[in-house]
């Protein structure tokens, strides 16, 4: 069974930083894309960064710069760092997984950036 569990997420003020994780299970980690996706508040979704199978990885420009995606294939956890956090920051985030026929998304937590 295919599972992705995000965690990471909470309330923390403009500036500050948070590290997402999303361990994985059920699938071939790492021959998957892996990625980040956001939901704000009265908005849709927002795609955050991907890293493909070979590491190679790319962002939104809202964050370049700013976030991190990494991926350890041994412990099967997709990664999201995020540095110098901004209010239009606060959304769910989810992460997902896609590898041939095969694609998945997790449950979301959520990031709120307030002073």
């Known amino acids: 069974q295919v599972q992705l569990v995000e965690s990471g997420g909470g309330l923390v003020q403009p500036g500050g930083s948070l590290r997402l994780s999303c361990a994985a299970s059920?699938?071939?980690?790492?021959?998957?894309?892996l990625y980040w996706v956001r939901e704000a508040p009265g908005k849709g979704l927002e795609w955050v960064s991907t890293?493909?199978?070979?590491?190679?990885?790319y962002y939104a420009d809202s964050v370049k710069g700013r976030f991190t995606i990494s991926r350890d294939n041994a412990k099967n956890t997709l990664y999201l760092q995020m540095n110098s956090l901004k209010p239009e920051d606060t959304a769910l985030y989810y992460c997902?997984?896609?590898?041939?026929?095969?694609?998945?998304w997790g449950q979301g937590t959520q990031v709120t950036v307030s002073s």
């Open positions: 997902a997984a896609a590898a041939g026929d095969f694609g998945s």
């Open positions: 059920g699938f071939t980690f790492s021959s998957a894309y």
């Open positions: 890293i493909n199978r070979g590491g190679r990885i």
